[in-house]
């Protein structure tokens, strides 16, 4: 007796009908078209009030967040009208798709997990992190809230953005086990480490290659909310609650550890 069975699938499987290089050039010079410029106005700014923004970093933080937040959303409009067929996800999410649980949780551990990243020297020496934020009040709020705005200044960049161009430039999906991811997700990712390049200057090199580590993972987490829920909802909160959780632990060791 012969039995007919289906065939078994690969573990791992890359399916990209049409691969292209220039796409994810244009993607990652439209990255810093968008970051870079946004930045440096920022920093043109503080300069002409040294003395408040020396005092409120966390206010230069601001500033360059909410010009890279415009230009991101100008260049999506762009899109839209250039590449009409480009996915931004900028929508509110379906009744019962919201996923914002899940963002939660999620941010929470990502949170955990790039203190113990960035900070493991310290704590394992059991000393609070030297982060060189403000610790007055004003300077707690104004951080927790800025790096819990970090998801609406970066994810409609990211996800909306990037990840759009290059999904009707670079279509094509990636599976892992049951883990299933368009291409331009995985791309983008990666652009999301290198956008954290500066950590090479200014950390020792293991802790800039973790935080090039866990952006990536971090980026593919992001994109999996994303196309789950449909919207850019889930990845903005995540991201918002995962550093604003990182920030407010090192002010809670630093003010619990300072009594010992």
């Known amino acids: 007796m012969t039995t007919l069975t289906a065939p078994r699938r690969p573990f791992a499987e890359i399916d990209v009908p049409r691969w292209r290089l220039w796409p994810v050039l244009l993607a990652g010079a439209l ?53 009409p067929q480009a996915p931004t996800y900028l929508a509110w999410p379906a009744r019962g798709r ?14 955990v997990l790039m203190l113990v ?21 004003g300077g707690v709020a104004g951080w927790l809230v800025v790096m819990a705005c970090s998801g609406l200044c970066e994810e409609p960049i990211f996800r909306g953005l990037l990840v759009g161009l290059l999904t009707a430039l670079v279509p094509g999906r990636v599976r892992v086990g049951p883990v299933d991811l368009p291409v331009s997700g995985v791309l983008v990712a990666l652009l999301f480490g290198l956008a954290h390049y500066e950590s090479f200057r200014v950390q020792p090199l293991s802790l800039a290659i973790a935080q090039q580590v866990y952006a990536f993972a971090f980026g593919l987490i992001y994109v999996w ?6 919207s850019l909802l889930a990845p903005i909160v995540a991201h918002g609650v995962g550093d604003a959780v990182e920030v407010g632990a090192v002010f809670w060791l630093q003010a619990s550890w300072a009594m010992h």
């Open 31 to 83: 990255m810093q078209g968008v970051l870079w410029p946004a930045r440096e106005l920022a920093r043109f700014i503080a300069h002409q009030a040294a003395p408040f923004f020396n005092l409120h970093v966390w206010a230069f933080v601001g500033l360059a967040m909410v010009f890279q937040t415009l230009a991101g959303f100008a260049c999506i409009a762009l899109m839209r009208r250039v590449l």
């Open 98 to 111: 919201s996923l914002l649980g899940a963002a939660l949780a999620i941010g929470v551990g990502m949170g």
């Open 117 to 137: 990243a960035d900070w493991w020297p310290q704590l394992a020496a059991h000393r609070a992190p030297d982060a060189g934020y403000d610790p007055s009040h």
């Open 225 to 230: 909310l994303m196309e789950r829920s449909r």
